[in-house]
C-alpha cells in the first residue's frame, strides 16, 4: 500500500487533455515539493516534473504540474501515443524518507 | 553528460545479501551538490525507495528496510554500493542507482541508471 494514491489507470484519445492526480497527507505533499516520472515499458523512470511544476530541460511544455494542499495533480496536453506509460508521483515524508505512487498507467485511445 | 551504471550478480539465493555497485560516468560523486540512492521495482508493481548516501557518507534511510540494508560511497572510484542481507524472493526486483539533486530531502531523482533485476531463487 502506497503512501501516496494514484489512480491504478486512465485514458484518453490522441490530441485530448489528461489529468493524473496524487493524493497524500500533511506529513509528505502537504510540506514536501512533489515530482513527477515517467516510465516507459521496460526502461528506467525519468524525471517529467519537479519541485510541484518545474520541467527539466527537454521535457516538453505538454506536461504541466501543479500542488493544492496535500494533493497534485500532473496534466498532459496533446496525447500522443508515445505517451503511453507508467506514471508515478513522488515526494518526501517526514516519517518515511522519499516516497513515491502506486503508479498510474496511461492508455492512448 | 551524466550516466549511471548499476553492476552485480542478477541471481541471490534466498537468505544470503545482495549487492550491487552504481558506476557514475560524466560527472563526480563527491559534487556536494547532489545526494546518490538506490530504489527497486518488483516485478509489475511500482517503485520503492531503498537508501540515499551522500559523499561524505551521511545516509537517510527507509525504515522498514533500514535494519538489512549498507550503501557506501567509494570516491575513489567514482562508485556507490548496496548491500540487502537475509534476502528473501521479495526482493527479486530491478534496482536502480539514480542521483537527487539538488542534495535536499525531497527533491527528484533526476538521473536513473538503467537497472538491474536481482532475482532470489534457490
Known amino acids: 500500500q502506497s503512501v501516496l494514491t494514484q489512480p491504478p489507470s486512465v485514458s484518453a484519445a490522441p490530441g485530448q487533455k489528461v489529468t493524473i492526480s496524487c493524493s497524500g497527507s500533511?506529513?509528505?505533499?502537504?510540506?514536501?515539493?512533489v515530482s513527477w516520472y515517467r516510465q516507459l515499458p521496460g526502461t528506467a523512470p525519468r524525471l517529467l516534473i519537479y519541485e510541484n511544476n518545474k520541467r527539466p530541460s527537454g521535457i516538453p511544455d505538454r506536461f504541466s504540474g501543479s500542488k493544492s494542499g496535500t494533493s497534485a495533480t500532473l496534466g498532459i496536453t496533446g496525447l500522443q501515443a508515445g505517451d503511453e506509460a507508467d506514471y508515478y508521483c513522488?515526494?518526501?515524508?517526514?516519517?518515511?524518507?522519499?516516497?513515491f505512487g502506486g503508479g498510474t498507467k496511461l492508455t492512448v485511445l | 553528460q551524466l550516466q549511471l551504471q548499476e553492476s552485480g550478480p542478477g541471481l541471490v539465493k534466498p537468505s544470503e545479501t545482495l549487492s550491487l555497485t552504481c558506476t557514475v560516468s560524466?560527472?563526480?560523486?563527491?559534487?556536494?551538490?547532489?545526494?546518490w540512492g538506490w530504489v527497486r521495482q518488483p516485478p509489475g508493481k511500482g517503485l520503492e525507495w531503498i537508501r540515499s548516501i551522500y559523499y561524505s557518507g551521511s545516509t537517510f534511510d527507509n525504515p522498514s528496510l533500514k535494519s538489512r540494508v549498507t550503501i557506501s560511497v567509494d570516491t575513489s572510484k567514482n562508485q556507490f554500493s548496496l548491500k540487502l542481507n537475509s534476502v528473501t524472493a521479495a526482493d527479486t526486483a530491478v534496482y536502480y542507482c539514480?542521483?537527487?539533486?539538488?542534495?535536499?530531502?525531497?527533491?527528484?531523482?533526476?538521473?536513473w541508471g538503467q537497472g538491474t533485476l536481482v532475482t532470489v531463487s534457490s
Open positions: 560524466g560527472g563526480s560523486i563527491s559534487n556536494s551538490r547532489y545526494y
Open positions: 539514480a542521483r537527487t539533486d539538488p542534495a535536499m530531502p525531497g527533491e527528484p531523482f533526476d538521473s
Open positions: 500533511n506529513s509528505n505533499i502537504g510540506n514536501n515539493y
Open positions: 513522488g515526494t518526501w515524508d517526514s516519517s518515511l524518507g522519499s516516497v
